[in-house]
T-cell receptor
Framework: DAKTTQPTSMDCAEGRAANLPCNHS???????VYWYRQIHSQGPQYIIHGLKNNETNEMASLIITEDRKSSTLILPHATLRDTAVYYC????????????????FGKGTKLSVKP | KAGVTQTPRYLIKTRGQQVTLSCSPISGHRSVSWYQQTPGQGLQFLFEYFSETQRNKGNFPGRFSGRQFSNSRSEMNVSTLELGDSALYLC??????????????FGEGSRLTVL
């Protein structure tokens, strides 16, 4: 089972910031949080990942709470092309203890960016 | 550099047949993972290969198998196809070093329809 819970859907106005929450209350101290998104009919796309500190790249920012039990993905200026399903993932275990190839995708959050 | 390439992109089979799907990872990537995506179950991990060895396996029947070649290319095979095997099959590649925290790069998928 997925180690994360996310809202089923969210709406965001074009040009505004989209803030997507994720709860991962059972995360272990050395487990990373990954975010991917999937635009309709395409393969998932990596967005960002983090451990403890906040992270930022050209696509988004990731804010992780101090207790690491939740995080928020921020798309600073959402566009129509950001409409997608966003997945918050804590990698599964496996024989290699967190093999990065074994991701447990939950239902994700369907983000709709509206004009 | 070229992304992850999956072939064929679309295929139609009948029940009882078998199918082989191919995945060419990004140059330099040694890990290949396979996922099945259906509307009902979402994205589910099938297996992961690293340096020609299966490193992790999801909860799928033995009809689903895979292999990886010395050039890191991978194939997956589904035998005795069932209607429920109709799905989008996604391949993802990564550098694959144990304990690494890098992202997965997904291909566009192979859409299998079983009639």
């Amino acid at each position: 089972d997925a180690k994360t819970t996310q809202p089923t859907s969210m709406d965001c106005a074009e040009g505004r910031a989209a803030n997507l929450p994720c709860n991962h209350s059972t995360i272990s101290g050395n487990e990373y949080v990954y975010w991917y998104r999937q635009i309709h009919s395409q393969g998932p796309q990596y967005i960002i990942h983090g451990l403890k500190n906040n992270e930022t790249n050209e696509m988004a920012s990731l804010i992780i709470t101090e207790d690491r039990k939740s995080s928020t993905l921020i798309l600073p200026h959402a566009t129509l092309r950001d409409t997608a399903v966003y997945y918050c993932i804590v990698p599964g275990g496996g024989s290699y203890g967190g093999s990065q190839g074994n991701l447990i995708f939950g239902k994700g959050t369907k983000l709709s960016v509206k004009p | 550099k070229a992304g992850v390439t999956q072939t064929p992109r679309y295929l139609i089979k009948t029940r009882g047949q078998q199918v082989t799907l191919s995945c060419s990872p990004i140059s330099g990537h040694r890990s290949v993972s396979w996922y099945q995506q259906t509307p009902g179950q979402g994205l589910q991990f099938l297996f992961e290969y690293f340096s020609e060895t299966q490193r992790n396996k999801g909860n799928f029947p033995g009809r689903f198998s895979g292999r990886q070649f010395s050039n890191s290319r991978s194939e997956m095979n589904v035998s005795t196809l069932e209607l429920g095997d109709s799905a989008l099959y996604l391949c993802a590649s990564s550098l694959g070093a144990s304990g690494a925290t890098g992202e997965l790069f997904f291909g566009e998928g192979s859409r299998l329809t079983v009639l």
